[in-house]
């Protein structure tokens, strides 16, 4: 799953733009700056990362995803094979210091003894960032960006190669 990016296009957003433009633009229902930039994507019941996005693609997916609710207070963050393990977990704030939202960073674990596991060096070390609204939205949709850190590695090793074929 890909946004179709124009010639020379390079979506670079930060983490305000993410935050105040796209996710808060689509909980209040108003247009996005670019609507095929950010798409739909159950993250969470859609199966493994690398079945659900391309393994090899090294840029970065920006998914709009619903959380799925253990209860009131604890999500759900299982997806196929294993689990979105929270590593690290950042406040945001609006223009005046009030806290709006959190970017949340998340590391895919597969479960101990899956294939999964066992196949991490070809399935990739997938890393997911969570933007979410404080307080939390009963039905609240959040916007994700995941990428593959092992696809990044080798596609710069690749370039690098490239380039000392051309030197």
Known sequence: MMAIRHPGFSFQPTDEDLFFHYLLRRLNQEPLPDPGVVVDCD???GGDPWNIFDKDW?????????????NKSRVDRTAGSGTWKGEQSHEIRDSQGKLVGYKKLFTFK????????????????????EYSTHPHIETESVLCVISNKYAEKVNKRECQ???ALCN
């Not at 090294?58 to 253990?70: A, G, R, S």
């Open 43 to 45: 993250v969470y019941g």
């Open 58 to 70: 090294d840029e970065k997916f920006y998914v709009f995803t619903v959380l799925k609710k253990k």
């Open 110 to 129: 597969p479960k101990a003894g899956s294939n999964a596991e066992a196949d991490k060096a070809e399935n990739g070390h997938w890393i997911m960032y």
């Open 161 to 163: 190669k490239l380039r």
